[in-house]
């Protein structure tokens, strides 16, 4: 079983901004995230469920970024109280038997059980420093730092160039600035 995908599921409704404004954003955002048969089951409540959970793992998100262990943890262990993992085995799509974490029938809910356990394997195999805020302004979207040096500070290559373009020009004004 591959939790990282799980734990990308976290990162996609961090980031997701917009989407969670209606029930027809929310549909393209669970298509989006690989969940589109899950988005036919989409209820106004699951659409108040997925964004309390972005909220909640946003915040998760920005204490690792502070480098507070203790308090990103604290708020997986919350979340995995709130959102139980029921495991069950399952097969569609022409894929062998596999493993899905559920929590009950609603659709928040078993998109919450995925990400928060994505996010916890994740977090007590390779440690919180692996959950990351992009440090490109004005950004600030969340990622997974999966690289094997823990070197990974931007949510894309897009972010990472704009970051070292305007680096670069910041120390070209500066060199320029003091040989005048």
Not at 8 to 27: I, K, P, Y
Not at 58 to 65: S, T
Not at 138 to 162: G, I, K, V
Request: proline share 2%; with cysteine; charged share 25%.
């Amino acid at each position: 079983m591959d939790l990282t995908s799980y734990a990308e599921l976290a990162v996609l409704l961090v980031n997701s901004e917009d989407a969670l404004d209606s029930l027809e954003g929310a549909r393209r955002f669970l298509l989006e995230a690989g969940r589109g048969e899950q988005s036919s089951r989409l209820t106004r409540a699951d659409l108040e469920a997925l964004r309390e959970l972005r909220r909640e793992l946003a915040a998760v998100f920005a204490a690792a970024a502070r480098h507070d262990e203790d308090g990103a943890v604290e708020r997986l262990n919350a979340l995995l109280t709130r959102h139980p993992v029921h495991p069950k085995i399952s097969r569609h799509d022409g894929q062998r038997w596999h493993l899905h974490l559920t929590e009950g029938g609603r659709l928040s809910g078993e998109y919450a059980a995925g990400a928060v356990m994505g996010l916890t394997a994740l977090v007590t195999e390779l440690g919180v420093d692996r959950l990351g805020i992009c440090q490109a302004a004005p950004c600030h979207r969340a990622y997974l730092d999966t690289s094997s040096n823990r070197s990974r500070r931007y949510c894309s290559e897009r972010c990472a160039t704009r970051a070292n373009v305007a680096a670069y020009r910041a120390r070209r004004r500066h060199l320029s600035g003091h040989h005048a």
